[in-house]
């Protein structure tokens, strides 16, 4: 009788396993998806002139450190590494962390093409494309 038992709760510990990876997922997908949108934001602002260099270098600094956060939580959990949705999340957080670094560096420049090429890659990276 536990042989049965363990046989037909077995497969439900399983699925509810599968169905919190898919949450935790699904979290850090929308994470840096808002974490991009955020990015691109801050971009246009400070393009346009509503915003000063100094907010937009902090509020990048500060977004590069959320973004890093994210990209440490899923490097921390094996588990979602191993997944190939984990591991794709993990590739686009950190290309989005290269380029908001650089967007750092044209805002301080003052290099609105640099900037608008690190947006454009942050954003790309952020949705994963290429």
Do not use: N
């Amino acid at each position: 009788m536990p042989r049965a038992l363990a046989l037909i709760l077995l497969p439900a510990l399983v699925l509810g396993g599968c169905s919190r990876q898919d949450a935790k997922l699904e979290q850090h997908a929308k994470a840096l998806s808002s974490l991009t949108a955020t990015t691109a934001a801050i971009g246009d602002a400070w393009l346009a002139g509503f915003v000063s260099g100094t907010y937009a270098d902090t509020a990048l600094e500060r977004t590069l450190q959320l973004v890093e956060a994210e990209r440490q939580t899923l490097g921390g959990a094996s588990y979602l590494l191993i997944d190939p949705r984990g591991a794709r999340l993990s590739r686009q957080a950190e290309r989005v962390s290269r380029a908001l670094a650089l967007m750092v560096k044209s805002v301080r420049d003052s290099d609105a093409g640099g900037l608008r090429r690190e947006m454009s890659e942050a954003v790309s990276a952020g949705d994963g494309s290429r």
